[in-house]
């Protein structure tokens, strides 16, 4: 049997996140910031003092895209990189005070934007959701080729 476009769960999925992205950037542009920035931003609110290595895990995207972004946050003076006290060849990445003052601003808008995502599930199918979006990353990510 054929699938219907419509019926992929990858279509569905990306279609999903490209709304969601336009939601984010929507709401954050106000305050200049990308959904790709605040990704990184709201991992360091979270885990500050981390190395790029663990962030770009953290995230979810490739090293040479956190390095661009965190320069793009560096330069604005919401991170900064500082010398890893063990490894020499590594840094750690800390939020800023205006970057801290960043997150604070926009948790709330994160928060209002999670919402209206699950508007109108329980918060069991959150979770059911939550799990099954994990095996379906997790099924895609051991088939990979790296």
Not at 38 to 50: M, T
Not at 74 to 87: A, C, I, L, M, T
């Amino acid at each position: 049997m054929i699938i219907k476009l419509d019926d992929a769960v990858g279509f569905i999925l990306t279609k999903t996140l490209r709304n969601l992205n336009l939601l984010f950037n929507q709401e954050f542009s106000p305050s200049g910031i990308t959904s790709e920035q605040w990704c990184l931003v709201k991992r360091l609110d979270e885990q500050d003092g981390i190395s790029i290595k663990e962030l770009t895990l953290g995230v979810g995207k490739d090293q040479a895209n956190v390095t661009r972004i965190l320069a793009i946050l560096e330069q604005r003076g919401f991170v900064q990189r500082s010398p890893h006290p063990n490894d020499g060849r590594s840094s750690l990445v800390y939020l800023t005070g205006a970057g801290k003052e960043l997150a604070a601003r926009l948790n709330p808008i994160d928060e209002r934007i999670q919402a209206i995502a699950v508007d109108g599930l329980s918060e069991e199918e959150v979770q059911f959701l939550r799990r099954t979006l994990a095996k379906l990353s997790h099924n895609a990510d051991k088939h990979l080729k790296r």
